[in-house]
């Protein structure tokens, strides 16, 4: 069947103007100016159609609160059916790729949604994180063979350890892996450290030599100086980016994720000093590293860091966009969204071209206008690989 989409259209780099998407068989076969519905062909107007968003960072761990303790206990059989749900909720909420930057159950759901059998974004899943014993995300309260028995990431604590556990990853079917150079906010007034660089340049070396892209969780200067020298591909948080940080990053092509729309939500602090710290590096965040990123000309890629909890729902992964439109033109969120956040993660998505895969999205709204206009309720249709769902929006005509 042919489809013919008319609306005003955004190829992932530039605005067209009114025009028609043409689909046949999964792939986009015509991009036109105007009005040019080919004979026979199934018509569908929007206001806007553009190519599906990407999330460059989040979670499927399939819980309901957000702490550490609940992401590592959850049962793996609990973790699939609520990600299994979550994947069809950010499908229909204009999502069609994410990357899976730790869970127990992402390259399982890349794997199921590649061949057809449940319906979801493109998965590109990290498998288990690589973490440091002790780290943040191991629960301390704990007997240690417990934790890692249940954890989401291997930990692993000499260049000997970290090879090994890439190869696990590897083993579980990943394809990116993921870092922790740091920890986050749980070491009263100070960020916890996590892999040196020894380390790191070991785990970048083996990824790099499975062709596989490395992403590092960086909170301050030395996480995000030691990721920077290691050579890992995108900085995931990146927290206390300052001039020099930024200068590397953008000689080095390294990109950006800030993150911002996971620390719109408050966390669930246990030390009051660890509140402290958190509050001034994400009043920084939105302030100083977001400047120094932009003007610096970083590649910013839309992540959120949700997990699929109450406070970080799959669905509403839009709210990345919006808090960059603070910072970016909407032209450019809409390329963060989209064939930034795309090159990013290493996929061959994030746009629409004649003879490409046809994951796209029709909208109410204008989007290159108000960033607000991305959200679910505007999603009218998503095309993934070619084939039609409806989306959140309600449909007037
Ligand atoms: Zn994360």
């Not at 062909?41 to 702490?67: C, R, S, T």
């Not at 609940?70 to 790729?97: K, P, Q």
Request: one cysteine or more.
């Amino acid at each position: 069947m042919t489809l013919a989409f008319v609306g005003k259209v955004f190829d992932g780099h530039e605005i067209l103007g009114l025009g028609t998407v043409v689909v046949e068989g999964g792939e986009i076969s015509r991009i036109s100016r105007g009005e040019d519905i080919p004979p026979g062909a199934q018509l569908f107007k929007g206001d806007f159609i553009m190519p599906g968003m990407i999330d460059a960072h989040l979670h499927f761990f399939g819980v309901e609160e957000d702490n550490v303790m609940a992401w590592n206990l959850v049962s793996e059989v609990d973790a699939a059916i609520r990600s299994t749900r979550d994947m069809e909720i950010l499908l229909r909420s204009g999502f069609t790729a994410v990357r899976d930057l730790g869970s127990k159950v992402g390259t399982r759901l890349s794997r199921l949604q590649r061949r057809g059998e449940i319906l979801g974004p493109t998965v590109v899943a990290s498998g288990y994180s690589l973490a440091i014993t002790g780290g943040d995300d191991d629960p301390k309260e704990l007997p240690l063979e417990m934790a890692q028995k249940l954890s989401y990431s291997f930990y692993c604590d000499s260049p000997h350890e970290c090879r090994k556990a890439v190869r696990l990853a590897v083993r579980q079917g990943a394809s990116v892996i993921k870092v922790y150079a740091s920890g986050a906010f749980s070491q009263g007034g100070k960020i916890q450290p996590g892999f040196n660089v020894e380390e790191l340049r070991t785990i970048v070396e083996e990824s790099h030599r499975f062709g596989l892209r490395v992403a590092s969780h960086a909170y301050g200067r030395e996480a995000l100086l030691t990721s920077i020298t290691a050579g890992v591909d995108t900085v995931e948080h990146g927290l206390g980016l300052d001039e020099d940080v930024a200068e590397m990053m953008r000689e080095r092509g390294i990109c950006y994720v800030p993150t911002l729309a996971t620390y719109e939500v408050p966390f669930e602090v246990s030390e009051p000093q660890a509140g402290k710290v958190r509050e001034e590096m994400v009043r920084r965040h939105f302030t100083d590293d977001m400047r120094i990123a932009v003007t610096h000309g970083l590649k910013i890629a839309l992540g959120t860091d949700y997990v699929g909890s109450r406070k970080r729902p799959h669905g509403r992964n839009y709210r990345e966009a919006v808090l960059l439109s603070k910072y970016m033109g909407g032209i450019d969120v809409l390329r963060a969204s989209t064939s930034v956040a795309s090159e990013c993660i290493g996929l061959n998505a994030g746009h629409l071209r004649e003879g490409g895969s046809a994951d796209l999205i029709v909208l109410r709204g204008d989007p290159s206008i108000n960033s607000e206009d991305l959200a679910p309720q505007n999603v009218l249709y998503v095309v993934k690989s070619g084939k039609l769902y409806r989306g959140y929006g309600t449909i007037n005509s």
